[in-house]
């Protein structure tokens, strides 16, 4: 075997720490029994009760996960489907038009679906044109998830069905589905964490009156980085990094860049 | 009238016919094979059948009706696919139930009739296994299983032995000719392996670049094969290039360059300076060391340059007065004697008159 490089170590090690050291900053400091976050003081958990108490960070925090529950499963169905699609039917342009949101720099996406919402439909910004441009952004993830399981499988598997006697129905719902279920296991848990983490777009079709968790960690750091924002950042990244990690279990070939 | 029957079946890709003009009949219970080689348009004419692909020209008629416009699932015939195509998500028994299962067949006929075809492929001790959890064997199996649960009116086979080692194939081949007569079900099945046709089929269809070529039964197809392609093809045959010299209602005389005159027997009337083959097996052909032993109608002398020595059969490539080759099958059946000619022998090679084809060109 061949030793590990010197070099690449530290050079690995140099950018992981870049990483992750601001991360573990966050964590560290909302267990800080202080209000600055500057030196270690002692342990406590009063961030945290005091999150509970906050009438606007919970509010913030329920509108986030009902949008991010709710775009996450039309974003999964419709993926889904586009997925199938792109597998199934070897049209140029699917694929071009699924995916496009997905390379799509955010603010753009944001941007044009600002003025797509308030030039084009004149809707009165809020929880509607959040829910609507978060499944946008989505869908393109569960296709690609969906589509790559599909690619892995053999084809006269589905041919099968219907020479069985199964309808076209009847062979989504007792073969198809089955098999990319792992996918859209995954594909959902992958949009939940877009959709909950998403600060960019949601800030551009948010308007006014609604909130969700990352616009109110915003307009709390506007003020000051306070210990209560490290103790729901730390929150956030739990919640998020559960579901990434759950999401590769269920399509580890699709996450880890494999076919 | 029959069960199957293609009319002027064709289907294009582009430029290429895979399947060209194809006209067949398949009788109800017959062992029907579609033989040739890779590329030819077997599986092109499976799936058409079986509804994956339309014909672009042409019609497919089910008991006399077309099948033009037949969803797949509402034919009543099954396949079995050349990768078996298991549900992988399905246990066996689950598998073998899904045909009945999609046909609204009650739990107790399912289960009984599932348990019976499991027991007809041998695999009882199986059910509740999942396909990646199978031999190559085993999962074959459970395709036919699969494809015959529901007593289809047709099965068709994509070459569902081409996976399987040497051994196994040739038991399966033995279980599949015992299967087709117990179940009594029509078989379309498609191979490229020549013997395999002939050891399953009641007719055997050979295709050639989206075209039948010749269909006929095993032993037809292999003593009086159409053309110098069908000869070739089926077993091991020897071309001589030839032309009519005398025809008569007996007798059939040709004239090969370089070698002389050959007697065969041909009923066609044929017309003097006619070319074509002379096809001749094998193992019609005999091999002597001595003249007079050589005592049958076709006489010509040679030596021999290459054998190869196979135990109970030596086959003898004897080179002819006019440089070409012909192979000769000996069975070494005398007891003590394992052979009876070396590389180097001068010796005669003969056959009878009736032992060849002459194949127009
Ligand atoms: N969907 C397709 N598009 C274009 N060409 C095709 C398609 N399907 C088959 N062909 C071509 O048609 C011809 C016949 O193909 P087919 O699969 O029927 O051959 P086959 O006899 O089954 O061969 P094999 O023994 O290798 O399976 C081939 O030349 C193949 O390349
Ligand atoms: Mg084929």
Not at chain 1, 75 to 89: E, P
Not at chain 2, 261 to 266: H, L, P, R
């Amino acid at each position: 075997m061949k030793r590990p490089n010197i070099w690449l170590w530290t050079a690995s090690l140099a950018v992981y720490a870049f990483l992750y050291i601001p991360l573990a900053v966050v964590v560290i400091f909302s267990f800080n029994d202080s209000m600055l976050n500057a030196e270690w003081v002692g342990f406590t958990l009063d961030w945290y009760a005091k999150l509970l108490g906050d009438g606007e960070m919970l509010r913030a925090a329920a509108n986030s996960l009902l949008i991010a529950l709710l775009s996450s499963s039309i974003a999964t169905a419709l993926g889904a489907m586009a997925g199938i699609a792109m597998h199934r039917w070897r049209f140029r342009w699917l694929p071009f038009l699924v995916l496009t949101p997905v390379a799509m720099p955010e603010i753009l996406l944001g941007v044009s679906l600002l003025l797509f919402f308030r030039q084009v439909l004149d809707l009165t910004l809020g929880f509607f044109s959040i829910l609507v441009a978060h499944i946008t952004f989505s869908i393109g993830f569960v296709a690609v998830i969906v589509r790559a399981r599909l690619a892995g499988m053999d084809e006269s598997i589905f041919e099968a069905a219907r020479d069985l006697g199964a309808t076209p129905w009847a062979s989504f719902r007792r073969v198809t589905l089955p098999l990319i279920l792992p996918a859209l296991v995954a594909g959902f848990l992958m949009s939940f964490t877009l959709s909950i983490d998403d600060f960019v777009i949601t800030f551009f079709v948010a308007g006014v009156g609604v909130t969700t968790l990352p616009l109110q960690i915003y307009s709390m750091i506007k003020v000051a980085v306070t210990p209560e924002v490290n103790a729901v950042s730390t929150l956030l990244m739990a919640l998020t990094l559960t579901l990434i990690l759950t999401a590769s279990r269920f399509a580890p070939d699709v996450l880890r860049g494999r076919q | 009238m029959a069960l199957l029957e293609f009319r002027n079946l064709t289907r294009r890709f582009g430029d290429l016919s895979a399947v060209n003009d194809v006209s067949l009949a398949i009788e109800a219970g017959e062992f029907f094979t579609l033989l040739g080689p890779s590329g030819c348009g077997k599986t092109t004419i499976l799936r058409m059948i079986a509804g994956f692909d339309a014909p672009d020209a042409g019609d497919i008629l089910l008991d006399g009706v077309s099948l033009a416009g037949v969803p797949p699932e509402k034919r009543p015939l099954h396949t079995v696919f050349q990768s078996y195509a298991l549900f992988p998500h399905m246990t066996v028994a689950g598998n073998v139930a899904f045909p009945l299962e999609m046909a609204k067949k009650s739990a107790l006929e399912i289960r009984c009739r599932v348990n019976e075809t499991l027991a007809l492929v041998h695999l009882e001790d199986k059910a509740d296994s999942f396909p990646h959890e199978l031999s190559g064997g085993q999962k074959q199996r459970v395709a036919l299983a699969r494809g015959l649960v529901n007593k289809p009116r047709l099965l068709l086979l994509d070459e569902p032995l081409g996976a399987l080692d040497a051994k196994l194939r040739e038991e399966m081949q033995v279980e599949l000719i015992a299967l087709q007569r117990e179940v009594g079900i029509t078989f379309v099945f498609v191979t490229h392996a020549q013997q395999e046709a002939l050891a399953l089929s009641h007719r055997i269809a050979v295709m050639r670049n989206g075209r039948v070529e010749q269909c006929d039964e095993p032993d037809k197809l292999y003593t009086q094969p159409a053309n110098r392609f069908v000869a070739d093809f089926i077993g091991k045959i020897n071309l001589i290039d030839v032309e009519v010299a005398v025809s008569t209602k007996v007798l059939l005389t040709l004239k090969a360059p370089g070698l002389g005159e050959i007697a065969a027997a041909d009923p066609r009337p044929l017309k003097a300076g006619e070319r074509g083959a002379f096809a001749l097996r094998p193992e019609l052909i005999r091999v002597h060391g001595h003249k007079e032993s050589a005592d049958l109608k076709n006489r010509f002398a040679g030596t021999v340059r290459e054998l190869l020595y196979l135990g109970d059969v030596t086959l003898y490539k004897v080179a002819l007065a006019d440089g070409q080759v012909i192979e000769a099958l000996m069975p070494n059946a005398a007891p003590g004697r394992a052979k009876f000619h070396e590389v180097g022998d001068p010796v005669w090679v003969c056959w009878r008159h009736d032992a060849g084809v002459f194949l127009k060109d």
